[in-house]
């Protein structure tokens, strides 16, 4: 496909979900072993094209948290939709004042709506390359008889010329912009219709009914089988992770993100947390991206004493580049003492938060060695882990 140019993309999370029944906003609910809002997000974040990422929300603290790693700003979530992307064009402003170039398009793009592909996305940049329009949406034909009725049925209607319209929506910017200063506290419930109100030509592209938007109750359990039962994702990939660091006298040891207190430390570089670098390998062996070693020299003085978050961050940030997603990783901590069990949920939570998948598709075991070997002597603890990761489509 030829190419019209980068992309800034306008994710809006700041709803309240007030018809989905859930207990929280549903863009942070859990969908699969991600927040929902990270699915799109990550849909972005891996296409060639997209240049920037605004997500607009009300809650900066659940959204960070439900995408560590990813690069995306924030913009404020306003008291309607369009209130919310009037911010975020006005954040993309903002960045390009800051001497970023603002992209020619932008996509707007509901948070409700995680099952993003990268082909429709494709198709909506297709219809640039070669045409003036202000617009492209996703949209599906109606296949089910349309009625009007209450409790009885009334007339038929005509469904021929009726659309299901989806997001992400791709408009020139400039367009874009104009309508919504045009229509500043209309009542819209999407982009195109304000384009369309403006003057502006918008195309329409196949939509796809995985794009569905989660509304009402159960919507989200329809996308949990979807999702999880792995018919949006391809190739299976494991990867392998075993790092050793020595203790020596000291008042701590990190493991899985967390500081033990104990009568030693772990030597190292960094902060010598084995586990996080044992799981940091596995990550990067899955999709072949080298070691630890490699991204991060023990010889630059940088990472001098620095938290081993970054390092797993960065790998998962890689998994992400390299179009997959983590379902899960696994690690065993080989040591005598500290004991590990009562830091377990922690190092779970932790290593969770920085990879950005739920505590349950990570797993902290540990083990000792009978007191054999250098770990069965305190001289040193050893981790491995093995990491999955699948290819999205
Ligand atoms: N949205 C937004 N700001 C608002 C209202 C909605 O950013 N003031 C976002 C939602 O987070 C969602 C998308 O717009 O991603 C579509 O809106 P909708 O499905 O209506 O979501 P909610 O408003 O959260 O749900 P409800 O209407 O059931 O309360
Ligand atoms: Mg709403």
Redesign the pocket.
Known sequence: MSRPGTFAAII?????????GLAQ???FAMLAGRPVLRWSVETFARHPDCAQIIV?TQDDAAAQAALAHLAVTYAV?????Q??VANGLAALEASAALGGDAPALVLVH???RPALSAAVIDRLLAVFVDSEVAGAIPALPIADTLARGSAELGETVARDDLWRVQTPQAFRLRALTAAHVGARDSAATDDAQLVRAAGGSVAIVAGDPMLD?V?QPGDLERLERYLAGGAAHGEARTGMGYDVHRLVPGDGVWLGGVLIPHHQSLLGHSDADVAIHAITDALLGAVAAGDIGDHFPPSDPQWAGASSDRFLAHAAMLVTERGFAISHVDCTIICEAPRIGPHRAAMQARVAAIVGIEPGRVGIKATTTEKLGFTGRGEGIAAMAVATVRAIP
């Open positions: 809006v999370a700041a709803g309240r979900g007030e018809r989905s906003p549903k863009q607009v979530g306003g008291a309607t939709r209130q919310s509901d948070a409700a938007k509304t």
